[in-house]
């Protein structure tokens, strides 16, 4: 079964402070995984794929098959980081019908 | 290019109405993707579809739900005799022609159920 599992409901942190927000996924194949995020009163946007390999906003996520987790990570948080993050995958069958996870609220304080 | 547009923002209908939402994809984008969010919860695929064609509908429920992406048009979700428990967040994406290609989400249309 297809599936993202995200953890954290919320996570809080100050400004400056380090951010993992949590991944994992199960699939049965080579699924593409992704970080969307939605700030407020904006809509849902894509934030980074595992296939670019890119950095975005100061954020990156390493895809770790054996674990089969796709962290989301940033060293030093910015007050507008604060936003909603979905984790997502799709699988490789020539489109893409994304499964994503319940979300994180990510709240960065001053 | 003013993005993908649903409309309307919210909508709200008694049991037993019928509620019909509406997405224009982006221009040049011909692959509509319909999600559909319930409260505490993430996204969840609905309906793929291309122009006059349902390419996936495995995330729709049986009965009273159906799509459509016409020629000319929006493309359309309707919901006959709505329940309480079809309120949540409907949200419409759309990617270009290519498969696996980015979607690209609209606001959404918040549907309540009273």
């Known amino acids: 079964a297809q599936r993202v599992t995200q953890p954290e409901k919320l996570l809080s942190v100050f400004k400056g402070a380090p951010v993992e927000l949590k991944c994992n996924y199960s699939?049965?194949?080579?699924?593409?995984l992704f970080w969307y995020v939605q700030y407020s009163r904006q809509r849902l946007q894509l934030l980074l794929r595992?296939?670019s390999r890119e950095s975005i906003k100061g954020f990156t996520a390493d895809l770790n098959k054996g674990e089969t987790s796709f962290h989301l990570k940033k060293p030093f948080a910015q007050e507008e980081d604060s936003a909603m993050y979905y984790c997502?995958?799709?699988?490789?069958?020539?489109?893409?019908?994304?499964?994503f996870g319940t979300g994180t609220r990510l709240l960065v304080s001053p | 290019n003013a993005g993908v547009m649903q409309n309307p923002r919210h909508l709200v209908r008694r049991r037993g109405q019928e509620a019909r939402l509406r997405c224009s994809p982006m221009?040049?984008?011909?692959?509509v993707y319909w999600y559909r969010q319930l409260p505490e919860e993430g996204l969840k695929f609905m309906v793929y579809?291309?122009?006059?064609?349902?390419?996936?509908e495995s995330g729709m429920p049986k009965e009273r739900f159906s799509a459509e992406f016409p020629k000319e048009g929006p493309s359309i979700l309707r919901i006959q005799q709505v329940v309480r428990g079809d309120s949540a967040a409907y949200f419409c994406?759309?990617?270009?022609?290519?498969?696996?290609?980015?979607?690209?989400f609209g606001p959404g249309t918040r549907l309540t159920v009273t």
């Open positions: 595992h296939i």
């Open positions: 997502a995958l799709s699988g490789r069958t020539g489109f893409q019908k994304l499964v």
């Open positions: 579809l291309q122009k006059e064609n349902i390419i996936d």
């Open positions: 699939y049965s194949g080579s699924p593409e």
């Open positions: 994406a759309s990617s270009p022609i290519t498969d696996g290609d980015e979607q690209y």
């Open positions: 221009k040049g984008h011909s692959h």
